[in-house]
């Protein structure tokens, strides 16, 4: 029998099962593949990976997007994680939501508790805290939406994949999706933000565009990376295809992004967007500067789409080293303070502490700074 002798880490476990993920292990192009162009098209051409990440945020974030949608199951009858597919894409849905004219043509163990307006596909996306404000101001990205599209387009024009498990969903055939819904779901605080709109059908056919343009490419190389690269995008650093995508930097300790430079009108371009991002930085600093001093004496508030706070402005006492009753401490001592120009005032106070002398302190009174914080009001109640 063998004895631990020190409890052994969860994480190899983790790692273990989320490779053996149906998603891990796909070499199809899947919807969720579709956020980098260059990414989607080295999965379609079968390139190893060659840049292992550190998965542990991903699987904590899959694990509470999993216990999230059972839950919901559950609780409301929710169809969670149904698969879709043609010949172009494949992919599984966070959560359909049936109206009642589809729901009853399901058994009842497929059926809604209360059943939707109109058919909805939803995602479920969970975000940290540090990117929150912009996923309430903003919403989904467009890579984000590219992918709900492809799923929602694949329910409208041929249904559920016909596999075990959900022959049933799949004998509907077309469904009739008329809206989108993506919930965020904060994982640091639990806080929800639901975004929906009507289904567009241009928006859905330019997401089967772009899948159609990555698949007709002849190499991978010849796909547009669609984010800045590592050390600018954590898209990027977490890229399984890092290395086969950026390479090595040369010389070492450059950024990647130096592959990008070739010849002399290459950085001349790059000088012509860095004097143009520097314009739009200067630019908004003073646009900025002039709505604070426009909003000085505003109390704090929602206004609209945007939450108005502040932070200092009031005023605190504390104790700091009264520096003439030091000088006269000195006197009394018969000692000649260090000098430099002026009275070395660190080395006094430290000659006496050394000492045993009190060093002499003085309360002062002032007032912090007062900050402006601008963030989105909340829509949802």
């Known amino acids: ?11 190899p476990a983790a790692n273990d099962e989320d490779a053996s993920r149906p998603r891990s292990l796909q070499k199809a192009l899947g919807a969720s593949d579709t956020v980098c162009e260059r990414r989607a098209a080295y999965i379609l051409a079968g390139t190893e990976a060659t840049d292992p990440s550190d998965k542990r945020a991903a ?5 509470l997007h999993d216990g999230l949608l059972r839950a919901a199951k559950r609780r409301y009858g929710w ?6 597919k043609d010949h172009l894409i494949r992919g ?10 589809t729901a009853k043509r399901l058994p009842n163990r497929l059926r809604p508790v209360v059943p939707a307006e109109v058919v909805t596909v939803e995602d479920v996306k969970t975000k940290s805290t540090f990117v929150w404000d912009r996923v309430v101001r903003y ?16 329910l409208r024009s041929v249904g559920w994949q016909h596999r075990w498990g959900q022959m049933p969903l799949a004998r509907l055939g077309p469904v009739d999706v008329q809206r989108i819904r993506f919930r965020f779901v904060n994982r640091d605080n639990g806080d929800e933000h639901v975004q929906e709109f009507a289904y567009d059908e241009a928006e859905a056919a330019k997401a089967r565009w772009w899948v159609e343009r990555v698949t007709e490419l002849p190499e991978a190389e010849k796909a547009e990376r669609s984010f800045d690269g590592p050390g600018l995008d954590p898209i990027c650093d977490h890229c399984a295809f890092r290395t086969a995508c950026w390479g090595t930097p040369n010389p070492p300790g450059t950024p990647h992004q130096t592959v990008l430079i070739h010849d002399d009108a290459d950085r001349a371009q790059a000088l012509r967007e860095y004097v143009s991002g520097h314009e739009l930085e200067t630019e908004g600093k003073r646009r900025k500067k002039r709505a604070r001093a426009m909003l000085a004496a505003s109390p704090a508030g929602v206004y609209e789409e945007n939450e108005l706070s502040w932070t200092g402005g009031r005023e605190v006492a504390e104790e700091v080293v009264d520096r003439e009753a030091m000088l006269d401490r000195y006197a009394e001592l018969g000692v000649e303070p260090p000098q430099r120009i002026e009275p070395h005032w660190e080395l006094m106070e430290r000659l006496l502490q050394e000492a045993g002398v009190p060093v002499p302190l003085k309360t002062e009174r002032r007032t912090t700074t007062r900050a402006i914080k601008v963030r989105p009001a909340s829509r949802n109640p």
Not at 1 to 11: D, Q, R
Not at 59 to 63: A, D, F
Not at 143 to 153: K, S
């Open 1 to 11: 029998m063998t004895i631990l002798t020190e409890a052994p880490s969860l994480w």
């Open 59 to 63: 699987i904590l974030g899959t694990y």
């Open 92 to 101: 599984h849905i966070d959560a359909v939501h049936l109206d009642d004219a």
């Open 139 to 154: 919403g989904a990205t467009e890579a984000e939406i590219r992918q709900v599209y492809l799923y929602a387009h694949l």
């Open 79 to 84: 169809l969670i994680e149904t698969a879709v």
